[in-house]
């Protein structure tokens, strides 16, 4: 069976401030892993993906994520935290066994302060 | 990308009634779609698997004759709940994946909230 722990339910950063959002994953299949994320009152919108291409995958509005299988972990990173960056990040997790559909993550609200 | 249009937004319907829910790719075709269920400040759990001319697929703990699913077209599936109770009142999305494969990207309706009085 697939899931996915993300480590942190709630994350604060200062603005022009590292963001790190933990993520970990469990398969028995190559997985797809994601990064979803979810502003308040809209729909979900695609961060970025890896699908067993290169292990850094560099998504949209400057956050990249590193597979790294060792250690079971898909973490999404971004140099400088923006305030409109505030939202629910969801770290998915898909693979052939579970039908293509996607396994959701807790949530990571992340905050940006001032 | 791809857009998938949920509808109607939001709705409240009074105890008792049925609610339908519909979810389309516009300019793709989906041959699977996927219906969650969104709690307040939680994570979307998967319902069910819609496939294109078959039975849905629901997943454990979920009534399937509670949550009705048609996948009639390539590109509709409804989420009709039915005899609905405040308990049922709920973020529903749905999801379309363009192209086989566990690696396609997802697109996401824009949800719809239940509200049962």
């Known amino acids: 069976a697939q899931s996915v722990t993300q480590l942190d339910s709630h994350v604060s950063v200062s603005e022009g401030t590292p963001v790190l959002l933990r993520c970990n994953y469990s398969s028995s299949y190559s997985p797809s892993l994601f990064w979803y994320v979810q502003h308040p009152n809209k729909g979900l919108q695609l961060l970025l993906k890896?699908?067993?291409?290169?292990?850094l995958v560099k998504g949209i509005n400057g956050f990249e994520a590193e597979f790294k299988k060792s250690e079971t972990s898909f973490h999404l990173t971004k140099p400088s935290a923006h305030m409109s960056d505030a939202a629910e990040y969801f770290c998915?997790?898909?693979?052939?066994?579970?039908?293509?559909?996607?396994?959701f993550g807790k949530g990571t609200s992340l905050l940006v302060t001032p | 990308g791809a857009v998938v249009s949920q509808h109607p937004s939001w709705v409240i319907c009074k105890s008792g009634t049925s609610v339908k829910i519909e979810c389309r790719s516009l300019?793709?075709?989906?041959?699977?779609m996927f219906w969650y269920r969104q709690f307040p400040k939680q994570s979307l759990m998967l319902m069910a698997t819609s496939n294109e001319g078959s039975k849905a697929t629901y997943e454990q703990g979920v009534e399937k004759d509670k949550f009705l699913i048609n996948h009639a077209s390539l590109t509709l599936s409804t989420l009709t709940v039915t005899s609905a109770h405040p308990e049922d009142s709920s973020f529903y999305i749905c999801s379309a994946r363009e192209g086989a494969g566990w690696g396609t990207e997802a697109f996401f309706g824009q949800g719809t909230r239940l509200t049962v009085v």
């Open positions: 300019d793709f075709q989906a041959t699977t």
């Open positions: 890896y699908t067993s291409a290169a292990t």
């Open positions: 998915v997790v898909s693979d052939s066994n579970s039908g293509y559909a996607l396994n």
